[in-house]
């Protein structure tokens, strides 16, 4: 009787479970590592609750829709918040004096909060029934799908909302001088950062099961499947390898154009000593190697995996570059922009798998080369 409850209340059941990590993670009081696992978890569990009442919106009764939607504005809120708040730290001074109106820095601060909040709106579009049919005559998804709507409304937020703090600052939030000045003093860039991307990893993992419809839609080997995880062939193992190498050549020579290309227009740069700072943390061999397979085995299932069989390379290799854009300016942007397009392709050419594993080793070697003080 217990298990067949918990079989058809599945979702209900996940709801209440990532509902529970979630307030955990945002409001709860723990400490050590259990809290820190808790909190790689917050992310991740709204966009699973997202998925499991759009589910039920679709399998069980239409007042789920609502719910739904609310939780979506919720994600794309709490999203455009946090990029506002992490771009108001890159302009606003250490200390702010209450009694002096500083015009410039009010312009600059309501620019940001303008900005995010149109790209917010522009988002929105994706409940547009006409532009996803257009779009569909594009990439294989269903226009009528609720799912794939909050889908497509997500994937937009998350293109167009990080961005905005570098558009209208010309510094990448995570870059700022009072942002390193803050994570210096608190240690933030000294921690170790072994068990937090294990975390990440772990959750991203779950959550893309999920989100993919494990033990709602699908079972764990369908869902293996659509996720375009399996086993590689020694053949894709050894193509993965040899492509991460020529991909870290290739990038060597295309990251200095793009830095003179995006210099020359007069567009900010990408500070590489910022940029290695903000790293510090990673660079032990443990660390490097963690943060190789977070990076590479996560970005590829959460992106390529999940996302680009419904919405094509195009969108998940933009999203993929907004994802750095805190902590890169526009030439960074571009080449993980183009980095994406490649693992896109070698993603629909064999499968996930590949890709996770050119994008780690790629890492791996770009970390290593740091770690021992090479340029990159």
Do not use: K
Not at 38 to 47: G, K, R
Not at 117 to 130: D, E, M, N, P, W
């Amino acid at each position: 009787m217990f298990q067949e409850f918990c079989r058809l209340h599945t979702p209900e059941l996940l709801i209440a479970l990532f509902g529970l990590i979630f307030v955990f993670a945002a409001f709860g009081e723990v400490g050590g590592e259990a809290g820190a696992f808790l909190a790689a978890a917050l992310d991740v569990a709204l966009f699973v609750i997202l998925a499991l009442l759009v589910h039920l919106a679709e399998t069980r009764h239409p007042a789920y829709r609502r719910v739904a939607i609310i939780w979506l504005f919720v994600v794309v809120a709490g999203l455009a918040t946090v990029t506002a708040s992490l771009g108001a730290i890159a302009i606003l001074p250490e200390e702010v004096d209450p009694e002096i109106f500083n015009p410039e820095l009010a312009a600059a601060v309501a620019l940001l909060f303008l900005g995010v909040f149109v790209a917010g709106l522009v988002s929105l579009i994706g409940f547009s029934r006409r532009f996803r049919v257009w779009l569909a005559g594009y990439l294989p998804f269903d226009p009528d799908s609720l799912l794939h709507t909050v889908a497509l409304v997500v994937i937009l937020a998350m293109i167009l909302i990080p961005p905005i703090p570098l558009l209208v600052t010309g510094i990448p939030p995570y870059l700022s001088p009072p942002f390193l000045e803050f994570m210096i003093e608190s240690g933030g860039l000294l921690t170790e950062t072994v068990s937090l991307n294990a975390y990440t990893l772990f959750w991203t993992f779950v959550g893309s099961f999920f989100i993919a419809g494990a033990f709602v839609r699908r079972s764990p080997r369908e869902t293996l499947d659509r996720l375009g995880l399996v086993l590689p062939t020694w053949r894709e193992v050894l193509f993965a390898v040899g492509a991460a190498f020529v991909l870290v050549a290739a990038f060597h020579f295309i990251d200095q154009a793009l830095a003179a290309l995006v210099g020359f227009l007069g567009l900010p740069v990408t500070d590489e000593e910022a940029v290695n700072l903000l790293f510090s943390g990673v660079l032990t061999i443990p660390g490097i190697i963690m943060a190789s397979v977070t990076a590479g085995f996560g970005e590829e299932v959460s992106i390529r995996g999940l996302l680009q069989p419904r919405f094509g390379i195009l969108l998940p290799a933009l999203l993929f570059a907004s994802l750095h854009a805190f902590q890169y300016s526009w030439d960074g942007l571009i080449s993980v922009f183009l980095a994406g397009i490649i693992f896109g392709f070698i993603r629909r050419r064999s499968n996930t798998t590949t890709s996770a594993i050119t994008h780690t080793v790629y890492d791996l070697v770009l970390f290593s080369m740091l770690m021992v003080g090479i340029s990159i």
